[in-house]
């Protein structure tokens, strides 16, 4: 695990330590229970990331036991059995915008002046949808196809993907 998810999972479980046990004795009971009554203020990620970083923080204590029982614990709001009623009460996913338009790409170009180089990029990232830290791995094959190296490749060949795009 990242030195930095370690650091801020510590900061999640101490934060809800003080809000949520209100200063009582962190057992695991109460963790658990704690966890379960504040669900529906919490979106589906974040409860299981909440619950990660409580896992993490029993864990890293030496008690086992509780990071299993807390392991154990399941959102009552997305449960397959929960009520209607209970799954109501799911938090939506926050609203993000996965893209822009031409205008709007026009307009950022516009603001950014004489930088040529970055406006580059900007069109480039736009009308292929590279990653950045693909930018470096673009080959040109023809007038028509370029290539993409794929950012997200892992050694095993079972997840990310090489582009051609026409």
Known sequence: MNEKTKEDYIKLASHFYKTKLLGE???PKKITDALINNASDYRPAYFRRLKNALMYDQSRQGFQKAADRIKETKNPLTKPDAPVMLKRQIKP?????KSINTEDLNKVIEK???DKELGAALRLV???GCRPAE???IKI???TVIFIKGAKLTEKGDRGLDRYLT
Request: hydrophobic letters at 35%; proline letters at 0%; aromatic letters at 4%.
């Open 25 to 27: 004795d962190v057992t």
């Open 93 to 97: 996913k926050q609203k993000r915008i």
């Open 112 to 114: 950014i002046g004489d």
């Open 126 to 128: 736009f009308h292929t």
């Open 135 to 137: 930018m470096l791995g």
């Open 141 to 143: 094959i023809s007038d």
